[in-house]
């Protein structure tokens, strides 16, 4: 005969991946975590799950977001979507992936500088600037 009280204890213990993806701020909203982890952004220990997954603290977790990827470690599960720093507790991050993230993020502002900075749609100003040069002899 089972207790209550363990069973409980047992259920607290372990969430489904995409709300605990939501509580632990990955994802805006449980629908987003959800298709993430239907398209095979999200893996439990390196394998595809489904959404309906129950992780356990314990587990390692890769998600890939926007062409950044982080492995953590799940340290604490919540169902509940708290704070940023509440959040934060709810894992901790593998230096190599925080590293390669860094490393990443790093090389794509250095694109983004060296990219032409246009300013846009031309105005009715740099039109006429543009007219009255060209009209020159």
Do not use: C, N
Request: cysteine-free; aromatic content about 6%; overall charge positive.
């Amino acid at each position: 005969m089972s207790r209550p009280a363990d069973e409980a204890a047992s259920a607290a213990a372990r969430l489904r991946i995409d709300k605990w993806l939501w509580a632990a701020r990955f994802y805006r909203t449980r629908s987003l975590a959800s298709a993430a982890v239907e398209a095979g952004q999200v893996r439990v220990g390196g394998e595809r799950v489904k959404p309906s997954r129950a992780i356990h603290a314990g587990e390692t977790i890769e998600v890939r977001k926007a062409g950044l990827a982080w492995t953590v470690e799940v340290t604490g599960i919540a169902d509940r979507r708290g704070t940023a720093t509440d959040a934060a507790k709810l894992y901790r991050e593998r230096e190599d992936s925080r590293a390669a993230r860094d490393e990443e993020v790093a090389r794509r502002r250095a694109a983004a500088a060296s990219a032409p900075q246009l300013p846009g749609r031309p105005t009715k100003r740099d039109r006429r600037k543009l007219e009255d040069f060209l009209d020159e002899p």
